[in-house]
């Protein structure tokens, strides 16, 4: 049986339990607990939603000073709470230098445990989508750039990426048949998400 820890944001609470059900009977998924709380409010990262990288990072960590982070494959995406900018005066959550360098030490850990790291790319963020009542807002062009950045680092690290960004970008779809609000997708695009996740997983896991 080879284990697998999938870790991301409320994107990744959406497909898990049907990539869950859609991967080999030899591989066993885990993740962050907590995933009623976190669906109390998905803009926040509670409970079993991984939040930003610096979040993921002291998930990690907290695992491995435990003695917990026992797994053959880590499979996680950040970047959504990163790009956060907060109302009135909208500056980044973790700025590029600093999500970045959590990157690359979530990368050092897993390289010293021995685990094969696969990255998973962060969907669409549309500005327009964000009502000004809500206490933040996120720019695509964030999610383009912050994609980028991950990239270059999984690519010079030898990380294999699955596209999740491109992947639903390549639906063609948009507005309510995309998304459900402001971020989050409808079911169909779930179970589409679910399928390419737990294809990639089958692919990549031996």
Known sequence: MKKVLLIGD???????????????SDIEIFSKPGTE??????????????????RV????????KKGELNCDYFFFNCGLHDIKRERPDEYLQIDEEGYRANLQA?????????????????TRAD?????????FTRRAEDVVSYNAIA????????????????????LGLEGSELFR????????????????VAGAINAIVK
């Open 151 to 170: 990239r270059e680092i999984m690519e010079k690290r030898g990380v294999e990426i699955v596209d999740l960004y491109a992947f639903t970008e390549s």
């Open 181 to 196: 609000d402001h971020t989050h997708f409808v079911p169909q695009v779930i179970s589409l998400h679910a399928a390419y």
């Open 37 to 54: 709380e976190a669906y109390k409010n998905l803009d926040l990262p509670i409970g079993g939603n991984g939040g930003d990288s610096a």
């Open 106 to 122: 979530i990368l050092d850990l897993m390289e010293e445990k021995g685990i094969k790291t696969v990255f998973i790319t962060t």
């Open 57 to 64: 990072l002291r998930y990690v960590n907290d695992l491995n």
């Open 127 to 135: 500005g327009t989508r964000y009502k000004p009542t809500m206490p």
């Open 10 to 24: 409320s994107i990744s609470l959406d497909y898990g339990p049907e990539v869950r059900r859609a991967v080999r």
